[in-house]
């Protein structure tokens, strides 16, 4: 991905964050295993250290946001702590939503600085000033 590719890395991201809630619905009933649901958060931890490389490269901060891999681990291991069943997901679904939506509000408030930046850098480019 090129350095700076702040759409590519977010898709990517949202990607896997609807993967994640796919493995653990899996999870729950006995289809997929904690090694999937790990892989997955490997994933997106390495998505989302993208993102926070994409958005640097436009001088855009995220440190409002870089707590969310751990508070995710956190309740990832607590529900995986349990005997796979819905009810044991229907338990931590709720927190690692709030989680995924810090992650997406954290990422909305910076598109339109983003969006400016970039169209300003496009406006200020040599083939655009002839």
């Not at 790990?38 to 926070?52: C, L, P, R």
């Not at 349990?82 to 709030?98: G, I, Y």
């Amino acid at each position: 991905m090129p350095q700076g590719d702040v759409p590519n890395a977010v898709h990517k991201l949202l990607e896997s964050t609807k993967r994640l809630q796919d493995i653990l619905q899996e999870w729950s009933l006995g289809r997929a295993d904690e090694v999937e649901v790990s892989d997955v958060y490997v994933q997106i931890g390495t998505e989302f250290n993208a993102i926070i490389t994409a958005f640097a490269y436009h001088q855009i901060d995220l440190s409002d946001i870089h707590s969310v891999p751990q508070e995710m681990r956190t309740v990832l291991e607590q529900c995986l702590a349990e005997e796979p069943s819905p009810e044991a997901l229907a338990q931590f679904m709720p927190e690692l939503k709030t989680i995924l939506i810090k992650l997406l509000r954290g990422l909305q408030t910076r598109q339109d600085t983003w969006q400016a930046r970039t169209s300003m850098a496009a406006s200020n480019s040599p083939r655009n000033s002839r």
